[in-house]
Nanobody, 124 residues
Framework: QVQLVESGGGLVQTGASLRLSCLSS????????MAWFRQAPGKEREFVAA????????YYADSVKGRFTISRDNAKATVYLQMNSLKPEDTAVYYC?????????????????WGQGTQVTVSS
């Protein structure tokens, strides 16, 4: 079982930026597609962004397109989520996820490893 450790969450105001990081213990890191999901209070977990093993393909939820960017540094075994123009509705616990293939997907059930989550709170 791979270990995923997220960091970078916090409390910010509307319009601010944050960058989340997720460090993976799996090697080679490039063999895994990675994704970010989030869960707001009282809501189901939802897809945010995904990236293929070598970073060539990315996918985004409509709600974050143009504001969030997913990227990865395979040498550092880390995936990032740059979040700009944050809104109160972005408030959630953000989870990093990995799957044992280079092919990214938006489907939560196809990811086999999950981090503990990091809280992002955007105040209005």
């Amino acid at each position: 079982q791979v270990q995923l450790v997220e960091s970078g969450g916090g409390l910010v105001q509307t319009g601010a930026s944050l960058r989340l990081s997720c460090l993976s213990s799996r090697r080679p890191f490039s063999s895994n597609a990675m994704a970010w999901f989030r869960q707001a209070p009282g809501k189901e977990r939802e897809f945010v962004a995904a990236v293929s093993g070598h970073g060539g393909m990315t996918y985004y939820a409509d709600s974050v397109k143009g504001r969030f960017t997913i990227s990865r540094d395979n040498a550092k075994a880390t995936v990032y989520l740059q979040m700009n123009s944050l809104k109160p509705e972005d408030t959630a616990v953000y989870y990093c996820a990995a799957r044992r293939t280079v092919v990214a997907t938006t489907t939560e059930a196809l990811y086999d490893s999950w981090g503990q989550g990091t809280q992002v709170t955007v105040s209005s």
